[in-house]
C-alpha cells in the first residue's frame, strides 16, 4: 500500500503549475493600482498626442471661429477698403461686433492666441508627453512588463 506513495516518478515530464503572485500595491480593490495608473497615463499621453497633432495640421480648423467671423463681412457686403468710406467701415465693424456674444468674441481671441503661439505650446505639450512616457516605462518597469 505505501509502495505507490514512495515510488519514484519515472516520467520525464513533470507538470508545472503557473503560481499568480498577487499585487503588491497598496489597492482595496481587485486591481493593481499600479495597472489602473498605467490606464490613465495612457489615456493622458493619447489625447497629448492627439492635441498636438490638432496643433501640427496647417488648416483653419484651429481658427475656425474667427474664419467665420471674417466671412460674416463678406456677407455683409463689406470689403476692406472698397466702396465704402472710413465711417462706413467702421460703422459696419461695430455692428457685426455686437451680433457676436462675448464668449464668441473669447473665443476668437484664444484661437488666434493659441495660432500665433502655437510652436510654443506644441514645445510645451511634447515636454508633458515626455514626462508622462517616462512615467508610463517606470510603471512598466515595476510590473515588469515591457
Not at 16 to 42: F, M, T, W
Request: charged share 35%; aromatic share 10%; with cysteine.
Amino acid at each position: 500500500m505505501f509502495r505507490n506513495l514512495f515510488k519514484k516518478n519515472t516520467k520525464s515530464t513533470e507538470i508545472i503549475k503557473e503560481v499568480a503572485i498577487p499585487c503588491s500595491c497598496d489597492g482595496n480593490n481587485e486591481h493593481c493600482d499600479l495597472i489602473l495608473q498605467l490606464r490613465k497615463c495612457q489615456d493622458l499621453r493619447n489625447n497629448i498626442q492627439n492635441e498636438i497633432e490638432t496643433l501640427n495640421k496647417n488648416s483653419y480648423e484651429l481658427i475656425s471661429n474667427f474664419t467665420n467671423f471674417i466671412r460674416r463681412f463678406d456677407e455683409c457686403g463689406f470689403h476692406f477698403g472698397r466702396y465704402t468710406s472710413f465711417e462706413e467701415s467702421v460703422g459696419i465693424i461695430e455692428w457685426l461686433i455686437k451680433e457676436y456674444s462675448s464668449a464668441d468674441i473669447f473665443r476668437i481671441t484664444e484661437e488666434l492666441r493659441t495660432y500665433k503661439s502655437k510652436e510654443d505650446i506644441i514645445s510645451e505639450k511634447r515636454r508633458v508627453l515626455k514626462a508622462v512616457e517616462d512615467d508610463i516605462e517606470k510603471i512598466k518597469a515595476k510590473l515588469g512588463i515591457e
